[in-house]
């Protein structure tokens, strides 16, 4: 016999969503440091300076989605990542990394 879906206890799954966005939101920070400390030097190329200010705007960025989604799994019955959201989260790891290896080459 399966319990009702009102008795479910809806605090865990997405307080674990929760600390889930946080880690990767400081993974996301941790690449935007390192990209800055590699372009830190003597000779800073127009290449190394691109690299890090789409890095930075990269994580901005990312960093609005992920406080968005944070924020929004404070309801009680949080609704789903929208598609667009999803995306876009996808889309800023993605060009994070690229950046992040532009900045290193």
């Given at each position: ?79 789903p990542l929208s598609h667009r959201g999803a995306l876009l989260a996808a889309v800023c790891t993605i060009a994070l990394a690229v950046f992040g290896a532009a900045v290193i080459w």
């Amino acid at each position: 016999m399966t319990a009702p879906a009102a008795a479910r206890d809806p605090g865990l799954q997405p307080e674990r969503t929760r600390l889930a966005w946080r880690r990767t939101t400081l993974s996301c920070t941790v690449v935007a440091v390192l990209a800055v400390k590699l372009t830190v030097s003597d000779q800073v190329t127009a290449k190394e300076l691109t690299g890090l200010a789409l890095s930075c705007l990269v994580w901005v960025a990312f960093l609005a989605v992920s406080h968005r989604r944070i924020r929004s799994l404070g309801a009680t019955r949080p609704l789903p990542l929208s598609h667009r959201g999803a995306l876009l989260a996808a889309v800023c790891t993605i060009a994070l990394a690229v950046f992040g290896a532009a900045v290193i080459w």
